[in-house]
T-cell receptor
Framework: NAGVTQTPKFQVLKTGQSMTLQCAQD?????MSWYRQDPGMGLRLIHY???????DQGEVPNGYNVSRSTTEDFPLRLLSAAPSQTSVYFC??????????????FGEGSRLTVL | AQSVAQPEDQVNVAEGNPLTVKCTYS??????LFWYVQYPNRGLQFLLK??????LVKGSYGFEAEFNKSQTSFHLKKPSALVSDSALYFC?????????????FGTGTRLQVTL
């Protein structure tokens, strides 16, 4: 059981480049979300989705784009990378069948450096 | 708006001693409260949650947490710490009307357990 899989694990970009962080889950979870983790700031929600075809903005959505064409996948796109987007990114999922009580399953993280 | 505060950046405790990691919360409405643990270079793992009912909730690895409505606190506790408990601990909150994807996390507390 793979759970939540994120790729790549590490990436270095130059300012202005674009890229996509991939996230896939095999638990048939309805809810998926992206967080970024920065020292001293905890985790901050970027975007989230409550089901295929439905996405919404979190706390820090600027500079990021998402789509949810299938239940399994929730890619995060950086449109024009900036040094402020240097961070560790986590994808998470949870099941509405659990009552939506918020037990999130996290991927291992993707460490992004923007030069 | 919802928020959590973890007032201690780091907690140091000797193995075998009891440990407490503090968390206070602020929500409008009834809170759903969570503790997650992050080991080095890993994603977050769910430890325990409070939804309703008994104020003392038990979770994984011998951890428990006490919900105190009057003090708006949800402190994480363990009667006897292990060196392997050393990790980064996050408190999180959402309201009972929010979605499972929209957790608000604290800034984290690093627990260091020494021999």
């Amino acid at each position: 059981n793979a759970g939540v899989t994120q790729t790549p694990k590490f990436q270095v970009l130059k300012t202005g480049q674009s890229m996509t962080l991939q996230c896939a889950q095999d638990m048939n979870h309805e809810y998926m979300s992206w967080y970024r983790q920065d020292p001293g700031m905890g985790l901050r929600l970027i975007h989230y989705s409550v089901g295929a075809g439905i996405t919404d903005q979190g706390e820090v959505p600027n500079g990021y784009n998402v789509s949810r064409s299938t239940t399994e996948d929730f890619p995060l796109r950086l449109l024009s990378a900036a040094p402020s987007q240097t961070s560790v990114y986590f994808c998470a999922s949870s099941s509405r069948r659990q009552g939506g009580t918020g037990e999130l399953f996290f991927g291992e993280g993707s460490r992004l450096t923007v030069l | 708006a919802q928020s959590v505060a973890q007032p201690e950046d780091q907690v140091n405790v000797a193995e075998g001693n009891p440990l407490t990691v503090k968390c206070t919360y602020s929500v409008s409405g009834n809170p759903y409260l969570f503790w997650y643990v992050q080991y080095p270079n890993r994603g977050l793992q769910f430890l325990l949650k409070y939804i309703t009912g008994d104020n003392l909730v038990k979770g994984s690895y011998g951890f428990e947490a006490e919900f105190n409505k009057s003090q708006t606190s949800f402190h994480l506790k363990k009667p006897s710490a292990l060196v392997s408990d050393s990790a980064l601990y996050f408190c999180a909150v959402r309201t009972n009307t929010g979605t499972a994807s929209k957790l608000t996390f604290g800034t984290g507390t690093r627990l260091q357990v020494t021999l």
